[in-house]
């Protein structure tokens, strides 16, 4: 029809971050594969709108208005809803061969909002990344936030200043908070949400928020903190996560997400999720796989885990050669 439509309940017929920025990669790629430009203009116009805009805090609202470029509601998640526009600014950094400088600046930018903002540790020492609601935080971290933990630990190497230990660190904890999301479970998978308050840490308290589909970021971030660290914890966690996959997901017909990680019975819901072919069992075979299967070097995933090749400067020639 050519006419736009928005989700009803994203704040007033805003778009949602998550979905107009993460077509970085691919629209880049498209523009390589096509010879036509204009599909990473497009994209990257996006990027220009959104670094002029005025920033909460520094902070990127998951709601911004098309019709009139204005930020929505001031909520701001790194999980579902804006997730993988972070991962992309420094997704598309490193698949442009370290030369789209304008992605590298807002990706250190938006990380050090984050610390500074939303990144908060715990009582019992377990570090966490909260929900931003106009001002105030919910102490509450998705499963989808754990992707960062990976994102955190890619992006140390260009990290500005000393600061890459620290970057790795950072990733090192939030692995660790996510493990522990899925240790204090009965079935060692972790919930959809877990929360930081009341008493309660790395733990689901509604019920609304402890079923489990199948979902790749824990383990995301296992395979890149395994891959820069190589420290053999990372292998151990993912085994454990094999286990209680093999034990409460598997059915006769493949695999299925469960209603009620902290139950002793399992309820199952039925449903075998594409992700978890693309990315859940992708991340699992590259954590156990040597390092030069789809080194980083070269490849750079996309947020549903599809390998896109890195632009290196000298690939054109090279694919003049093979032709």
Known sequence: SGIG?????ASGGSSILAEFGTLHLEFVHLSHLSGNPVFAEKVMNIRKVLNRLD????????????????????????????????????????????????????????????????????????????????GLLEHKMGHLTCFAGGMFALGAD????????????LGAEIARTCHESYDRTRMKLGPEAFRFDGGVEAIATRQNEKYYIL????IETYMYMWRLT?????????????????KH??????????????????????VQQSFFLSETLKYLYLLFSEDDLLPFEHWVFNTEAHPLPVLHKDDGNKEENQK
């Not at 439509?5 to 309940?9: G, I």
């Not at 909460?56 to 804006?82: A, K, M, R």
């Not at 972070?86 to 610390?115: H, N, P, R």
């Not at 085994?239 to 996959?245: F, K, R, S, Y």
């Open 5 to 9: 439509r928005n989700w009803p309940w």
């Open 55 to 134: 920033k909460p805090e520094g902070l990127y609202p998951n709601y911004l208005n098309p019709s009139s470029g204005q930020w929505g509601q001031h909520h701001v998640s790194i999980g579902g809803l804006g997730d993988s526009f972070y991962e992309y600014l420094l997704k598309a950094w490193l698949m442009s061969d370290k030369t789209d400088e304008d992605g590298k600046k807002m990706y250190y930018d938006a990380v050090q909002a984050i610390e500074t903002h939303l990144i908060r540790k715990s009582s019992g020492g377990l570090t966490y990344i909260a929900e931003w609601k106009g």
């Open 158 to 169: 260009g990290a500005p200043g000393d600061k890459t230990g620290h970057h790795i660190e």
């Open 215 to 218: 979902r790749p970021e824990v």
């Open 230 to 246: 190589h420290d053999p914890k990372y292998r151990e966690w993912g085994w454990e996560a094999v286990e209680a996959l093999e």
């Open 249 to 270: 997901c598997r059915v006769d017909g493949g695999y299925s997400g469960i209603r009620d990680v902290y139950n002793r019975d399992e309820s199952h819901d039925d």
